[in-house]
């Protein structure tokens, strides 16, 4: 235990910070200017749910998108983030869903860097982020009259 405690302290003190960055899908020039200047990173870029193909080839780390990209609708990008090979110290990590699940990946991502390990309570709220994002309540039952009193 006392070795483990020294790896994890030892792993803290050499990790430095990642990058963060949110893509702006919109199709104007600032806004392609400001994505341009994400990819910048020598040290890598890591996507999390990047959806827009263009940009999703970029993530010279990869991209995790398991329901977008994989076909995997069943499996959460942060469920994905327990066990990635976590980037090199100073990458970016970047996404264009600002949502708990691409953030969440993003926080467990740093978090298992800097030295720390998942732990059951961890992982309990992990699933039930994974269970909420994916399409686990069942599949979109496509387009339905809105509710009225008397069909709710």
């Given at each position: 235990m006392e070795q483990l405690a020294k790896m994890n302290l030892e792993s803290r003190n050499q990790f430095k910070d990642y990058h963060y960055g949110l893509i702006d899908p919109r199709p104007?020039?600032?806004?392609?200017?400001?994505?341009?200047?994400?990819?910048?990173?020598?040290?890598?870029?890591?996507?999390?749910?990047?959806?827009?193909?263009a940009y999703?080839?970029?993530?010279?780390?990869?991209n995790i998108d398991p329901q977008h990209s994989d076909g995997n609708v069943d499996l959460a990008a942060i469920e994905?983030?327990?066990?990635?090979?976590?980037p090199p110290s100073e990458a970016s990590i970047i996404?264009?869903?600002?949502?708990?699940d691409a953030l969440g990946a993003m926080a467990l991502i740093r978090y298992r860097a800097?030295?720390?390990?998942?732990?059951?309570?961890?992982?309990?709220?992990?699933?039930?982020?994974?269970t909420a994002d994916t399409f686990a309540r069942g599949r979109w039952p496509g387009k339905t009259n809105l509710p009225s009193k008397e069909n709710l």
């Open positions: 104007t020039p600032d806004a392609k200017a400001a994505n341009e200047k994400l990819f910048e990173n020598p040290h890598g870029i890591l996507g999390i749910e990047v959806t827009i193909p999703a080839e970029r993530c010279t780390l990869g994905i983030a327990q066990t990635l090979d976590v996404t264009v869903r600002a949502d708990l800097s030295g720390g390990g998942v732990t059951p309570e961890m992982t309990a709220r992990i699933q039930k982020i994974a």
